[in-house]
């Protein structure tokens, strides 16, 4: 790891997310989370203030990035949140089989590198009735933006620590065995190459 992917591209990413834009996205997912949760690619902990904590037992988090992890851990304690934190990456969740009520990722997938092992792990984890909330940039469905978006991901890849603008989000989870049983697909304000978003609840199929 060079000094930009340890020192800087963290702050950016914290900078990134905490937009107001990406607040309301997780504002109307969040509170649907219950029970025994496992969150992906913590970050800075941008999630934590919009759980609804009576209806949750644990908050289980992976975040490899040290720095991050420190953000993510004050603010817990700062919101007297229950939260245990991993840096473990999400292809390898370091929990039993069916031992999750609900997963959450927020802005994760498009970053995980081996993103089939990370889903196939998701569902290791899962219970049979759990549910996954996911909310995530990804593939325009216009062709038209698809092939900007497929130009331009070589070296936004690069510059954003492996975030890919082109992952088909809905493709993927059916790939891996999950059922997307509700979704709100839309755009974000912004350059349309960047801002398709993929939201919803998955399902075990």
């Known amino acids: 790891m060079n000094l930009y992917e340890k020192y800087i591209l963290p702050e950016l990413i914290h900078l990134a997310c905490s937009n107001k834009r990406f607040g309301e996205k997780r504002q109307s997912i969040l509170p649907l989370a219950s029970g025994r949760v496992l969150e992906i690619g913590m970050g800075s902990g941008l999630n934590l203030p919009f759980y609804n904590r009576a ?33 473990n990456g999400a292809e390898d969740i370091p929990l039993g089989n069916h031992s999750v009520d609900t997963i959450v990722t927020t802005f994760t997938l498009c970053s995980i590198a081996n993103i089939e092992q990370a889903l196939e792990e998701m ?71 960047f801002s398709f978003i993929y939201k919803g609840i998955a399902r075990l199929r």
């Open 123 to 193: 569902r290791r984890v899962l219970k049979t009735d759990g549910k996954l909330l996911f909310c995530e940039h990804g593939r325009a469905p216009e062709h038209g933006i698809q092939r900007w978006q497929d130009r331009i991901n070589p070296l936004w890849k690069k510059m954003a620590g492996g975030c890919n603008l082109n992952r088909d989000i809905d493709s993927l989870l059916r790939q891996s065995g999950f059922m997307v049983a509700q979704h709100d697909y839309q755009y974000m304000q912004g350059p349309r190459a």
């Open 55 to 87: 209806n949750i037992e644990r908050i289980f988090g992976l975040e490899p990035s040290d720095r991050l992890r420190t953000k993510t851990q004050a603010l817990a304690t700062e919101l007297n949140i229950a939260l245990e934190l991993s840096a």
